[in-house]
């Protein structure tokens, strides 16, 4: 029910012992993810690339269990030292979550090839390095990975090419990944939120969120809490059989086949 607390409500420890590495963490879904996974008992990595946002991040955690790092995830060594100096401090790695993320609004012609590098590099690149360097110790672990795509990528929307086309790649980087790596024992599996309340969203005016809501059947954006809930979900044992799934977090959004609401 819209209104409950899902960070109330994780109570459990069955995370405990877990080592977390969450990109993007410092703020929107990154930073429930944290706080979510954190309370259940987890030690939680927070990377990302504003400093003084991360850092202010980790110190709401118990200090014990929370690392925070400076991270550029379109960076290949940085991504790699990230995961080097996790495993280097806490011995090993159980969850990866590959959350960075950054929006370009406008059409292939409306943007820059700036644009795409920037986009590609964080939302593409980001996944494929955070994948690529947590694998060999996900394996070790039979830990699993979750990525944050989005019903952008499921489908195309007017005024996000470059969005959507980096977002289908996680997607379908997700399932391919989860065909190769299922044997060894590690679960890749993906969230396709729709609108949440996030600082890359909180920009939004008035007239086009009301345009969100109206195709969204809840009415309304999520709360990076509810997208975070899936998140542990998936982390957890009672996820045992789910495995190349990219699970739509949109309030039923997916659910149309696009025609208008007439009634």
């Given at each position: 029910?819209?209104?409950?607390?899902?960070?109330?409500?994780?109570?459990m420890d069955r995370f405990a012992g877990k080592v977390v590495v969450i990109t993007g963490a410092a703020n929107g879904i990154g930073a429930a993810a944290a706080r979510r996974f954190?309370?259940?008992?987890a030690t939680v990595v927070l990377a990302d690339y504003v400093e003084?946002?991360?850092?202010?991040?980790?110190?709401?955690?118990?200090?014990?269990?929370?690392?925070?790092?400076?991270?550029?995830?379109?960076?290949?060594?940085?991504?790699?030292?990230?995961i080097?100096?996790?495993v280097r401090k806490y011995g090993k790695l159980d969850v990866m979550i590959n959350n960075a993320g950054v929006h370009v609004?406008?059409?292939?012609l409306e943007t820059s090839l700036d644009d795409w590098r920037r986009i590609s590099g964080i939302n593409i690149d980001g996944v494929v390095y955070g994948a690529k360097f947590?694998?060999?110790?996900?394996?070790?672990?039979?830990?699993?990975?979750?990525?944050?795509?989005?019903v952008s990528g499921l489908g195309g929307d007017w005024g996000a090419a470059f969005y959507c086309a980096s977002k289908g790649a996680v997607a379908n980087l997700t399932?391919?990944?989860?065909?190769d790596h299922g044997l060894s024992g590690v679960r890749i599996n993906a969230v396709c939120p729709s609108l949440v309340k996030t600082n890359m969203t909180r920009g939004f005016d008035v007239a086009v969120q009301e345009k969100f809501n109206e195709r969204i059947?809840?009415?309304?954006?999520?709360?990076?809490?509810?997208?975070?809930?899936?998140?542990?979900?998936?982390?957890?044992d009672d996820a045992s059989f789910v495995n190349g799934a990219c699970i739509p977090v949109d309030g039923g959004a997916t659910a149309s086949d696009g025609q208008p609401k007439i009634a």
């Amino acid at each position: 029910m819209y209104g409950h607390n899902p960070l109330k409500e994780a109570t459990m420890d069955r995370f405990a012992g877990k080592v977390v590495v969450i990109t993007g963490a410092a703020n929107g879904i990154g930073a429930a993810a944290a706080r979510r996974f954190s309370s259940e008992g987890a030690t939680v990595v927070l990377a990302d690339y504003v400093e003084d946002d991360v850092m202010k991040m980790a110190a709401t955690l118990p200090e014990d269990r929370t690392t925070a790092m400076v991270v550029d995830v379109s960076d290949p060594k940085a991504v790699e030292k990230m995961i080097e100096d996790t495993v280097r401090k806490y011995g090993k790695l159980d969850v990866m979550i590959n959350n960075a993320g950054v929006h370009v609004v406008g059409s292939v012609l409306e943007t820059s090839l700036d644009d795409w590098r920037r986009i590609s590099g964080i939302n593409i690149d980001g996944v494929v390095y955070g994948a690529k360097f947590s694998l060999p110790h996900l394996i070790r672990s039979k830990g699993c990975m979750i990525n944050t795509s989005s019903v952008s990528g499921l489908g195309g929307d007017w005024g996000a090419a470059f969005y959507c086309a980096s977002k289908g790649a996680v997607a379908n980087l997700t399932r391919a990944m989860a065909l190769d790596h299922g044997l060894s024992g590690v679960r890749i599996n993906a969230v396709c939120p729709s609108l949440v309340k996030t600082n890359m969203t909180r920009g939004f005016d008035v007239a086009v969120q009301e345009k969100f809501n109206e195709r969204i059947p809840l009415g309304r954006a999520a709360q990076p809490e509810e997208v975070a809930s899936v998140m542990a979900f998936l982390a957890s044992d009672d996820a045992s059989f789910v495995n190349g799934a990219c699970i739509p977090v949109d309030g039923g959004a997916t659910a149309s086949d696009g025609q208008p609401k007439i009634a």
